[in-house]
C-alpha cells in the first residue's frame, strides 16, 4: 500500500506478493483510509456498550497505527521487527477491549477489534510473514477464550466468536500460496527474457564489430587486389605499400588492442626502416582509460622510432600485474620496458 508517496523505484525486476496486489497503489491507500475511519466509527458508535471507554480509544490508536506501519513500502518479507510490532497491536488492542465488553448478550460492533485485527493478519501474511500472523492469531483467540470464561460465557463461547476471523486467516493462507506461486512464475519468465535479450544484444553487437572489421579489411585491401587482379606486373614502390597493408592487417587481427593510430604508423615507419615490429593483444582490449592509452602510444612510438633490429609489443592479459611489455632486440643487446595499467613505465 502506499501512503501517498511513490515507492523508491526498485533495482531488482524481481515480482512478489506485494506488487502482484499493488499494495502500494492509491487503490490500497483509500483502503488504508476506510480501515481507519472504519475504527474511528465503530468505536464512537460503541462506546456506551463497554464498561470502561479509553480501552477502546487506545485501541483503535493502536489498531490504525498497526495499518499504517503495514502500509510501509519494502520488499516481501515484510521486516521482522515491523512484523512483531503488527503482532504486538493484535494482542494490545485484544487485551485492551475483551475485559470492557458487555459479559452478557451479543457483543455486537463492540467487538470490532477482532475484524480489524483479522484485517492486519491478513496483509501480515500476503506480506511473507504467515506463521507470525498465525501466532497473533492464536493469541487473539486464547485471550477472547480467556474472557469469555471469566465473565461466564464459557470458553466454547469464545471460540465462536472467531471462528469466522479463523477461517478468513486460512483462506489468506492458501491465497498467498497460490500468488506466490505465480510471482515465482512470472520472474522465471522475466529472467529468461532479459537473458534472451542480453544474448540478443551481444550477438547483434558482435555481428556489428564483424561488419566494422570487414569493412576497414575491404576499404584497404580492395583496391590492392583489384590491382594484382589486373596481371600487370608490380614495381618496388606498390609491393612496399601491400606490404604495409598485410602488415596494418595483421596487426589489427593479433594486436587488436594496440593497432591505434599513433601505433600503427609508427610501426610503418619502423617497418620501412626495416625494423621487424611485432604487436601482439592477449588481453583482448586496450588499457581502461584514454589518458593510459596515451602514454602507452608515446611509450611504444618512442622505442620504434630508436629501434634497429626487433621490437615486440604484448598486451597482457588484465589479471597480470604487469599491462603491456616492450621488448626490443638489436644485435646481441636485448632491452625491455614495462608499462603498468596507468601506462607508466615500471621497468626498463
Known sequence: MSLGTQAPPQASRTVDVSRLLA?????????LGVFIVTNVVFTVATIHTLSVQWPAYVAAVVVSGAGVLLARPHPDPFPMRDSLLVVGAVVASTLLISWCLP?????????WHLGSNTWLLWILILRGRTALAWSAAGAMTAITMVWAATT????????????????????????????RRTARRINDLTERSVDAAAAAATAEASRQVRLQRAA??????????????????????ERAVM?????RLRDGVRGRGLATPTILDAAAA????????????DRGAGLASGDAMARVDDAVSACLAEATGTVTVRLLPAERDEAITIVSVADDEVHRIVLDEDGNTTAA
Do not use: N
Not at 459479559?103 to 467487538?111: H, I, K, L, N
Not at 461466564?152 to 500468488?179: E, H, I, P
Not at 606490404?243 to 602488415?247: D, K, L, N
Open 243 to 247: 606490404r604495409e597493408a598485410e602488415a
Open 270 to 281: 619502423a617497418r620501412a626502416r626495416g625494423v621487424e615490429v611485432t604487436l601482439l593483444d
Open 103 to 111: 459479559t452478557e448478550g451479543p457483543t455486537g460492533r463492540a467487538s
Open 152 to 179: 461466564g460465557r464459557g470458553a466454547l463461547a469464545g471460540l465462536l466468536m472467531v471462528d469466522t476471523q479463523l477461517g478468513l486467516l486460512v483462506v489468506a493462507t492458501l491465497f498467498v500460496t497460490s500468488l
Open 23 to 31: 499494495l502500494r497503489s492509491e487503490g490500497a491507500s483509500l483502503i
Open 216 to 237: 576497414e579489411v575491404a576499404s584497404s585491401s580492395l583496391p590492392l587486389l583489384h590491382r594484382i587482379a589486373t596481371d600487370v606486373p608490380l614495381d618496388e614502390r
